[in-house]
């Protein structure tokens, strides 16, 4: 047995030895193309559908959905073998159905305000785990007459912590399913090496670095990777992916109240978007509760002004509107149902859409 979209085409060439030569791309269109599972794979004859339904087994087990802004946000819970579990999130909007990925079960990185991070670290996921969540939310989305066009690497987990099954599910992704490498992102806390590693590779994916503070200081506390691979060496980092890839680099940033939400904060985030060539794009995140953290998130005005100011300053900013935090599908708020080390009784995201 193989796990479904863990086969590579050779083993699934292999598992179809001494049937006609077309039925392997019958079978690989069939798990790409079509999103569909082999029992469902109506050009290949009933036996052998049964046979592949058996032998590429699925990774991910359903636990249960979760639906909210009247059913365009849909949260996957997922058991994986071992009894891990993840989440996955699939977004639709008027122009765009975007798919939000885990990479490991649980995240190492400690940042203190995600949920993720508080609940610690249990396992690294495979490429076929990975690409069987974009593929279980495309056929979520195709069922509602939607097509998924983008995927970003957003969940749970430290994709470049977890460098090479990423690069293998980016592939697949990317060739198999047919995303375009600029419809894919890769979020990192700033893992420099692996930074440098992606740049390297063939393709150009988009790539966003949560930043979340611009001085090492406030930085250090509140992403402890910072610590190992300070600023300056991840702008040296950012300014070699801009140069390889040719893409504008996105830094996302989570507005805690009076903590990195001062005019202060944006004139130093500023100053670091302006020193690329193209000057980084700023995605505005008003922090979302977490069970563990008790800061607040900045008031919807706070956002805004913060917002404005970087664009007088000359940088583009966005505020990301907030998807699904009353099913704890928002940025930071995946867990898999994980308890958190709690601390006091957080004060809540304090922000509405
Ligand atoms: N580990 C990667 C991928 C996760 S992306 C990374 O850090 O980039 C999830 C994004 O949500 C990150 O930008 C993360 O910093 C942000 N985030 C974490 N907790 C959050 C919270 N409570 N509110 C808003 N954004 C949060």
Redesign the pocket.
């Known amino acids: 047995m193989i796990p479904r979209y863990g086969a590579s085409r050779a083993d699934v060439d292999q598992l179809l030895v001494g049937e006609p030569r077309y039925r392997a791309e019958q079978v690989w269109r069939g798990l790409y193309t079509e999103l569909c599972d082999p029992a469902n794979m109506s050009a290949v004859p009933k036996a052998l559908r049964s046979r592949l339904d058996v032998e590429l087994v699925p990774s991910l087990s359903a636990i249960s959905e979760f639906s909210s802004d009247k059913g365009s946000t849909i949260k996957f819970l997922w058991e994986l073998d071992g009894g891990g579990r993840i989440e996955t999130v699939l977004m639709l909007y008027p122009e765009r159905a975007t798919v ?1 990925v885990s ?1 490991q079960a649980g ?1 190492a ?1 400690a ?1 203190g ?5 508080q609940a610690g670290f249990t396992r690294h996921l495979t490429p076929g785990e990975i690409v069987e969540q974009v593929v279980r939310a495309a056929q979520r989305a195709k069922a509602m007459g939607r097509r998924v066009s983008n995927v ?10 977890n460098e090479e099954p990423v690069w293998q599910s980016l592939l697949r992704i990317h060739d198999d399913i047919g995303i375009s490498a600029r419809h894919l992102t ?5 893992i420099v090496p692996g930074i440098k590693r992606l740049a390297a590779r063939p393709l150009p994916v988009s790539l ?5 503070a611009a001085n090492d200081e406030l930085r250090d506390s509140l ?1 402890p990777v910072n610590r190992r691979y300070p600023l300056d060496v991840l702008m040296e980092a950012c300014g070699e992916y801009l140069e390889a890839k040719g893409r504008r680099l996105s830094f ?4 805690i109240a009076d903590v990195n939400d001062r005019p202060s904060d944006a004139i130093e985030l500023a100053g670091l978007c302006r020193r690329f060539r193209v000057p980084a794009h700023v ?1 505005l ?6 069970p563990g ?1 008790s800061v607040r ?1 900045s008031a919807k005005s706070r956002v805004y002004a913060f917002a404005d100011q970087l664009i007088e300053l000359g940088v583009n900013a966005t505020v990301r509107r907030n998807r699904g935090t009353d099913i704890a599908a ?5 867990a898999a149902g994980q308890p958190v080390k709690l601390g006091p009784k957080s004060l809540g ?1 304090a922000y509405e859409d």
């Open positions: 939000c990479t995240c990185m940042c305000f995600c949920a993720t991070g970003v690497y957003m969940g749970m987990g430290e994709p470049l912590a890769v979020s990192t806390v700033g966003a670095v949560s930043l979340h992403v996302e940033w989570a507005l995605n995140i008003p922090l979302n509760p977490t953290y998130g928002a940025c930071g708020q995946l995201g």
